[in-house]
């Protein structure tokens, strides 16, 4: 569902490379309809490429821009832009009526899905502030949690959001994926 590298996180930090510093800090907003699905698709299939390399196959990892175009139209879709360049994205999700996943029907928790940061700024606190702008949506709508999952192998991201005061609560088999994913939640106060 997402992809952020936070630094350090089980790395030998040694042979990292430095995260570059921004001139100026991301905008987010709402995805605009001048933006470009072709242009959201590529970012997501950059942000996501470490995870295909993993063998887990996040829809993200290769989806064409009519799936991207279908899954922005079921939420509300935030974006970061850096000099008119999409560099990050989230997806919030009101409570679902029926899905496959049993916690996001749960009357009060909205669900972030395709979260990702460009490679070239993960590590650089865009995705903190992305999360922390979905947070905020949620809380302004009316929903008391703030739901998500990610591939059980995928560690770091697990990690990430951990830290971000997520905790899991479940798991879910998604129909065709070669993982299990965890479910976390955050409460919103």
């Known amino acids: 569902m997402s ?6 996180a089980g790395r030998d930090t040694a042979r990292m ?4 510093e921004l001139l100026a800090d991301p905008a987010i907003r709402l995805l605009a309809p001048t933006d470009s699905v072709d242009e959201l698709t590529s970012l997501l299939h950059r942000a996501y490429a470490r995870l295909g390399a993993m063998g887990l196959n996040y829809t993200a990892v290769d989806q064409p821009p009519d799936v991207t175009r279908r899954r922005i139209g079921s939420g509300t ?3 970061a ?4 360049r999409l560099v990050a994205t989230l997806l919030v999700h009101p409570t679902y009526a029926a899905n496959e996943c049993a ?3 749960r009357a009060g928790v909205a669900c972030v899905h395709q979260f990702a ?4 700024l993960q590590g650089g606190g865009v995705g903190r502030r992305l999360m922390a702008h979905a947070e905020r949506w949620a809380r302004e709508n009316g929903f008391s949690e703030l739901a998500l999952d990610t591939a059980e192998p995928a560690t770091h991201l697990v990690a990430f959001y951990a830290r971000l005061g997520y ?3 479940g798991h879910v088999q998604w129909d065709g994926k070669v993982y ?3 479910v976390m939640s955050k409460p919103l106060a």
């Open 167 to 169: 905790r899991e609560v």
């Open 3 to 8: 992809l952020f590298d936070p630094p350090c």
């Open 117 to 120: 940061v460009d490679p070239q």
């Open 103 to 105: 916690y996001f029907t």
């Open 17 to 20: 490379t430095p995260v570059p």
């Open 180 to 182: 299990r994913s965890v």
């Open 77 to 79: 879709c935030f974006v």
């Open 81 to 84: 832009t850096l000099d008119d």
